[in-house]
Each structure stands twice: as structure tokens, then as C-alpha cells.
């Protein structure tokens, strides 16, 4: 049986009341047979609730296999990747330019910074085709040493621009 992350939860919740009620029906089994236990300790239910729950108690297995079973399609977090690639951009003064082709694994980011060596003033410009990046309002500004983390598949959908000739540092993990 397959589910969903939404019903997902409701049915944990229901396994964990089922599971209470199946402890509370062996609790109320083992006291009725010890008659030495002094009566406030003892629980008392009617004939009808006590074979409710010894019914539950005997269909726990079959709810234990149907909760291993489920798959809720979470994906955790990617495992740690083995490499890294770091890579360097010059940039021309208003002269939009494509960063290399870089794959980047799923889960994961390109990350790209202003040089820290760039001239104190200037402004490099992040945007995802060549004429948003000369377009100042729609590319992303970065000042030196700032960096800005994008979530991409590939490095080559990335556009970069400067005021003043600069450089753009760039990072992303490998597999």
C-alpha cells in the first residue's frame, strides 16, 4: 500500500493510539489474572471493550507490515558530495558573460562572489540571460566579497556583468 505525505502522518497517528490501546488490553489481561495486586491498582472493563482490544492486540502484526510499507516520497538531504569544482570569471567592464558549463547535483548550489581583490566600488551583476544582466534593474547586484547562493542545474544558465573590469568567484560540489 502506497500513500502520500499528507495521509501520512494520520496514519502514524493512528498506528501510535492502536498500539496505546493494544498496551492498555495486555496491561488489562496480565492484572485480571494477578489476583495479589490490591484492587485500586486493577483495571476494570466491561466483556465487550476487553475483547475490542485483545482484537486489536492480534491484528498488530498485519499494521506493523502495512506501516513498514508505506512511502511517504520524502527525499532527505542529498548525501555529502566527494568533490568540488572552483572556477574563476574575468569580466569586461558592461559586457554581459556566460559562466562555464558546470553540472550541479540535485540539492545542491552554485555559489558565486564578488573577487575580494575587485575595485572598492564595484558592482557585478547576477541575471539568467545576457540582456537582463546589462539591464542594471533586473540583474542581481553584488558588491566585493558579497556572495549569492543559486540553485541551478548547470552553471552555463548563469549571466554575469561588472561596472569596472572584475572577477567572479564561483564553487559547486561535484559527485
Known amino acids: 500500500m502506497t500513500m502520500n505525505k499528507d495521509s501520512g502522518l494520520g496514519q502514524i497517528t493512528a498506528v501510535s493510539s492502536m498500539a496505546t490501546a493494544i498496551g492498555v488490553a495486555l496491561l488489562a489481561l496480565r492484572k485480571r489474572k494477578d489476583t ?4 485500586e491498582y486493577l483495571v476494570h472493563l466491561d466483556e ?3 475483547q475490542l482490544l485483545i482484537a486489536l492486540a492480534a491484528a498488530v502484526e498485519g499494521i506493523k507490515e502495512t506501516v513498514e510499507g ?5 527525499q532527505g538531504f542529498p548525501p555529502n558530495c566527494t568533490s568540488f569544482v572552483t572556477f574563476q570569471v574575468p569580466v569586461l567592464a558592461l559586457t ?3 559562466l562555464p558549463n558546470f553540472e550541479i547535483p540535485e540539492g545542491f548550489s552554485l555559489v558565486v562572489k564578488s573577487h575580494p581583490n575587485n575595485a572598492v566600488g564595484t558592482i557585478m551583476y547576477v541575471a539568467r540571460s545576457g540582456p537582463d544582466v546589462q539591464n542594471f534593474a533586473s540583474g542581481w547586484p553584488l558588491v566585493v566579497q558579497e556572495s549569492l547562493g543559486l540553485a541551478v542545474t548547470n552553471s552555463n544558465a548563469i549571466w554575469v556583468s561588472a561596472t569596472v573590469g572584475s572577477v567572479l568567484c564561483c564553487v559547486v560540489e561535484q559527485r
Open 96 to 98: 554581459p558573460r556566460q
Open 48 to 50: 465487550e471493550t476487553l
Open 70 to 74: 508505506l512511502d511517504f516520497g520524502v
Open 36 to 39: 495479589d495486586i490490591p484492587g
